[in-house]
């Protein structure tokens, strides 16, 4: 069926059978709403590596034109919660033995299960990826990532611009003449419409992973 076809009640049904396949959710205290295609996730998760699967099962939906997460992680009564020093040591752990981090300048500070980074790191992939290692550990219940994106050298704005096109050119889930890429100061905006969340992630992917970004602004249309 073709994006945006789905009636609210068909596509709330799916986007529930989608989180009930997931085996990285529990979506037992869970409720789901839709509104003209805008998804609203309501209710509890065990952990926050949850709640982000949650929200990315429902953007992975097609006719869905937005998701609005209100889920709340809530661990259960049993579960071993760590201290939040144990949380913070984690972590620094995690991120001095990940092969993707340059962790130097992190600093991870933890309260009460909620995590905020801060320092920099030197590519903005870095900063999305210790964000999605923070998300992961038990005893998460947020993440803050206030990490600043220092390149190593120089990048002009005109050459980053260049480069992401150029690399949209060759993905073959992107029509690139559809994406407009606007970049300032090393901040990349994605401007246009793109079929599906394949194509959109695969555009967010093109900019997040090229040399200079250090930050990137998504307007891209869905099914426009």
Same mark, same amino acid.
């Given at each position: ?14 986007? *529930? ?5 997931? @085996? ?9 709403? %839709?509104? @003209? ?5 309501? #209710?509890? %998760?065990?952990?926050?590596? $949850? ?5 990315? @099962?429902?953007? &992975? ?5 937005? %998701? ?8 259960? $009564?049993?579960? =071993? ?9 984690? =972590? ?13 300048? *992190?600093r991870v500070v933890v309260n009460d299960g909620w995590v905020t980074l801060k320092g920099t790191v030197p &590519? ?5 990826? &210790? /964000? ?6 038990m005893g998460v219940i947020g993440v803050t990532n206030e990490l600043a994106v220092v390149p190593s050298k ?5 050459? *980053? $611009? ?7 050119? /060759?993905? *073959?889930?992107?029509? $690139? ?8 100061? #090393? %901040? ?14 695969a555009a967010l992917d093109t900019a997040k992973y090229t040399p200079g970004v250090v930050d990137v602004i ?7």
């Amino acid at each position: 069926m073709a994006v945006g076809t789905y009636a609210d009640e068909e596509l709330k049904q799916i986007v *529930i059978d989608e989180l009930y396949w997931d @085996d990285r959710v529990d979506p037992a205290n869970m409720q789901v709403e %839709v509104h @003209d295609g805008r998804v609203v996730l309501m #209710g509890t %998760v065990p952990t926050y590596a $949850a709640l982000g699967a949650a929200e990315e @099962d429902a953007r &992975a939906v097609a006719g869905t034109e937005n %998701v609005d997460s209100q889920l709340v992680v809530k661990q259960p $009564a049993h579960a =071993l919660v760590p201290t939040d020093q144990e949380i913070e040591s984690n =972590l620094m752990n995690l991120l001095r033995w990940s092969a993707h981090v340059d962790a130097s300048d *992190i600093r991870v500070v933890v309260n009460d299960g909620w995590v905020t980074l801060k320092g920099t790191v030197p &590519a903005y992939w870095q900063k999305v990826k &210790a /964000r999605e290692l923070a998300s992961g550990l038990m005893g998460v219940i947020g993440v803050t990532n206030e990490l600043a994106v220092v390149p190593s050298k120089r990048y002009e704005d005109r050459r *980053i $611009a260049e480069e992401i096109e150029a690399a949209l050119e /060759r993905n *073959i889930y992107v029509d $690139a003449e559809t994406v407009d890429v606007k970049v300032r100061d #090393g %901040v990349v905006m994605l401007a246009g419409t793109v079929p599906d969340m394949r194509a959109c992630n695969a555009a967010l992917d093109t900019a997040k992973y090229t040399p200079g970004v250090v930050d990137v602004i998504n307007e891209l249309v869905v099914g426009g």
